[in-house]
């Protein structure tokens, strides 16, 4: 792998450390709303997401499907924009803070499993 494609996805693992540590860090507060880790891992991740996916790859047998690639981004800006648009907030509906949680967990899902 190149140096960029590896410093991008390093950045995109911490994108995915910050979206799910903070969301971890709020349901065990008991207050649940949506804190800025989470706001700046959603976003972190949209915007290395959109990086590792763009022309940088090389083709072969390594380059993802493209179907694995819109899935993800698909996900990726539903979980932004439930961050995003909820993080004024103060309280946050809990089945709305869980399908967060749940939709960031089946995107790592995806881009793990999905060969």
Known sequence: ?????????????????????GAVTQY???H???NSAMVWGATIQV?????????????????????????KAVIGIAIFAMAFFSRKR???????????????LVNAAVAVFWK
């Open 1 to 21: 792998m190149e140096p960029l494609r590896l410093i991008l996805l390093y950045a995109h693992l911490i994108g995915f450390a910050l979206l799910l540590g």
């Open 32 to 34: 649940i709303r949506i």
């Open 90 to 104: 103060e309280v946050v509906n809990k089945g709305h803070f869980m399908a967060l949680v749940g939709l960031t």
């Open 47 to 71: 915007v290395t997401g959109i990086a590792l996916a763009a022309p940088l790859r090389g083709g072969g047998d390594a380059e993802p499907a493209p179907a694995k690639l819109i899935v």
């Open 28 to 30: 065990m507060s008991k």
